[in-house]
């Protein structure tokens, strides 16, 4: 196995095909792990990692934490609401700070785009985006392939339809980013008013009609519809939204196909997914919680490889 | 680069069976043993003495195990390659039970300091002994012996002692190979 091309995960852009590959492998060996009696091994027991969370979060957070702990790293929590940043500290000021008490890898979710590039510019430490405003959420975009591959064999000439709103969504931009590195075609879907202009640059279909794009896929992606990050409407009600773009088990049932059903969380149930969806044998929703240890204890590994002793 | 055979073909298999012989000697009916290879090398060597247990000494269930110690290893970070895992095959718990660890060749023992951490992760043996085919002798960085050794070698630091099975490298043999310096 070689190593990563890069020293950071700063976003999926800056990977390749290969890296993506050998983070799967690494994380297959770690499922194993978690699926053990006694689920940690002591890899990183000289790392020390800051979890900083300049916006709120739970599983992305909680299933950092619990990689790094599973890899015996110490770990620091931070998060914004706590912290100095209320008395005006600027965003280099904070880390540096933290960076003093020795820490080696620093976690980051950050409500601005490039944040976690710009940290990495400026603070010497390896940088992991657990999400940078509607940039990246690179691991959330690993485990989502992961989870297909695991469910599918392969992702190579899988067709994958992300439904919802893509212009706020960083979880689309690194699946789309993730998904036609591994062969994927991929289709996003929803309100006009939510498709970014000039996204079919990027490779990518774009279709209006929910059913037909469900008629197409292999897997939905469904994605939260991000009201915090609307400053104006961008559609008339969640009700109409809800009407045409929720994924119900009557629309399901109308398919001619099975098809996996993802979300990468937390689930507004009614709007873009119904309850009976998400309850049910098509989606595949707890599993890529459980691939996201994986996947991240992968990540954490392999970048911490590179840090020198 | 030199070479020297330590074990031919013939020897390797007289050394399998006098191996197999004294684990059935300590073990009787492997009611309450499994064999447990280090992965990579010594799944070979664990894999044998199975198929010599099963088929030549008419032992019953005798349970075997793969375990990777890769992420259980002390020298994260401090060598250049990336420690590459291997597939991890336990499929039972060890808790009271009599462990085997078996791997091809002992040398610094600090892969049995990894296994016998690594174990644990599958409850707490009633004991554990060391099965080795080859055992490098002067050569320990930490206080592990084997409890049943194939052939004991005197190896320089310059040489490597090489383990080939049929299953990968086509004959079985062990060779004492010298770098030129």
Not at chain 1, 73 to 101: C, H, P, R, W, Y
Not at chain 1, 225 to 246: A, C, L
């Amino acid at each position: 196995m070689s190593t990563l091309s890069v020293d950071h995960l700063l976003g999926i852009s800056y990977l390749n095909k290969k890296d993506i590959n050998i983070i799967f492998d690494t994380a297959d060996h770690f499922k194993n792990v978690i699926n053990r009696p006694i689920k940690k091994v002591p890899s990183l027991r000289d790392i020390t990692i800051a979890n900083l969370f300049f916006e709120n979060s739970t599983r992305t957070k909680l299933s950092f934490e619990l990689a790094e702990k599973r890899l015996s790293a110490d770990i620091v929590n931070f998060s914004a609401s706590q912290s100095s940043v209320k008395k005006g500290e600027t965003l280099i000021d904070t880390v540096n700070n933290i960076l003093s008490m020795k820490v080696d890898m620093i976690v980051i979710r950050h409500p601005k785009p490039g944040a976690a590039d710009f940290l990495h510019q400026h603070v010497n430490a390896t940088i992991v985006n657990a999400g940078d405003g509607s940039h990246e959420h690179p691991t959330q975009a690993l485990l989502d392939s992961y989870s297909i591959r695991e469910k599918l064999g392969c992702i190579n000439g899988k067709k994958v339809v992300i439904v919802g709103d893509i212009l706020h969504s960083r979880v689309a931009l690194s699946n789309i980013y993730a998904l036609k590195l591994l062969g994927a075609q991929v289709m996003v879907c929803g309100p006009k008013s939510l498709i970014p202009k000039y996204i079919s640059e990027l490779g990518v279909l774009v279709e209006k009609d929910l059913i037909k794009a469900l008629n197409w896929c292999d897997v939905a992606n469904m994605l939260r519809v991000q009201n915090e990050r609307m400053e104006i409407g961008y559609f008339p009600s969640i009700r109409e939204y809800s009407q045409q773009y929720g994924l119900t088990k009557s629309i399901l049932d109308s398919l001619n196909k099975e098809i996996i059903v993802m979300h990468p969380g937390p689930i507004n149930r009614g709007v873009e997914i119904s309850s009976e969806i998400a309850d049910s044998d098509s989606a595949i929703i707890l599993d890529q919680v459980e691939n996201g240890v994986a996947i991240r204890m992968a990540v954490i590994y392999l970048l911490a490889s590179k840090i020198k002793s | 680069m030199s070479q020297k055979v330590l074990l031919n073909n013939i020897e390797v298999n007289i050394t399998l069976h006098r191996l197999a012989c004294q684990l059935i000697e300590k073990h009787v009916d492997f009611s309450n043993t499994i064999l447990v290879g280090l992965q990579p090398r010594g799944k070979y060597l664990a894999s044998r003495l199975e198929k010599l247990l099963t088929e030549d000494y008419k032992i019953d269930n005798v349970q075997v195990g793969f375990l990777d110690i890769t992420f259980y290893r002390d020298d994260f970070r401090r060598s250049d390659k990336v420690l590459k895992p291997s597939s991890n095959k336990m499929d039972f718990i060890v808790e009271g039970k009599k462990v085997v660890f078996i791997d091809d060749v002992l040398f610094t023992g600090r892969s049995i300091r990894a296994a016998l951490t690594a174990i644990q992760s599958y409850g707490r043996p009633k004991s554990i002994e060391l099965l080795i085919l080859i055992d490098r002798r002067f050569s320990r960085h930490l206080p592990i012996q084997p409890d049943y050794r194939g052939r004991q070698v005197d190896a320089i630091e310059n040489e490597k002692v090489v383990v080939n099975w049929k299953e990968n490298n086509s004959e079985d043999g062990v060779y004492l190979i010298k770098h030129k310096s």
